[in-house]
């Protein structure tokens, strides 16, 4: 069943704080998470949760959702895009991405619907993929087919730019670290990298007027696609 309230704007703080001990759940317990030590941790009763979410499966889609929506959308507004604006839209949700995809409570996300795929267990690895990548792809298209209709990138499609702005953004990071890589990587490392794949994708996608006279080259590995990866 999905999540009875799906967006962070339809969320309380109360429904927030509630979210938010399911998130440190799973990362303390993994996949035996269940309504009871839900209720028990953000003390409210099962039946408030059975009512906000509409049971298990809810519940984990709308702390995927919750997890998502700390990458934040980039507005889209025609009449004010610029090639300073663009670089800094994309700079945004790049860096969002990268905290979010590096926090101790995605990798535990990822590791559980990792492990979960291809058994008969909750399927959360598809509630990962349909409100991480899908819902960030969804998000991301309006600015890409903005920024080109102002003649700023080109591109064939939205979703072609986005698999390419993925895998510069994401690159290997994520793998590493379902593997167990403790490197710790500071806001600085994380904001680097983010203006690197920006200034890359704009080397690839990016229209004569916005494309960096000089940007960092992407290798192959690093225009990987988005169906390798997860949140």
């Known amino acids: 069943m999905s999540a009875i309230l799906p967006m962070d704007e339809a969320l309380s703080e109360r429904q927030k704080a509630v979210l938010d001990a399911a998130l440190s759940l799973l990362v303390e317990d993994g996949d035996k998470l269940t309504m009871t030590a839900v209720a028990r941790r953000a003390s409210c009763s099962k039946e408030t949760l059975y009512k906000w979410f509409g049971g298990r499966d809810g519940l984990l889609t709308a702390t995927v959702q919750w997890q998502a929506a700390k990458v934040r959308a980039v507005p889209v ?124 994708f704009l080397s690839l996608h990016g229209a004569q007027s916005t494309a960096p006279a000089t940007a960092p080259a992407a290798s192959n590995n690093e225009r990987g696609n988005v169906h390798a990866r997860v949140l």
């Open 77 to 200: 507004r025609r009449e004010t895009l610029c090639p300073e604006s663009l670089v800094q839209g994309l700079e945004q949700f790049a860096s969002d991405w990268l905290r979010v995809i590096a926090s101790r409570t995605s990798i535990a996300l990822n590791r559980v619907a990792v492990g979960q795929a291809g058994t008969d267990k909750h399927d959360l690895g598809l509630i990962v993929l349909e409100n991480g990548p899908v819902a960030l792809r969804a998000r991301l298209r309006p600015f890409l087919e903005v920024a080109r209709e102002a003649g700023l990138l080109e591109f064939d499609t939205a979703d072609e730019a986005f698999g390419t702005f993925f895998g510069l953004v994401v690159r290997d990071l994520q793998i590493r670290l379902l593997l167990g890589d403790r490197t710790p990587i500071t806001d600085a490392e994380i904001d680097r990298d983010a203006r690197r794949a920006t200034q890359q």
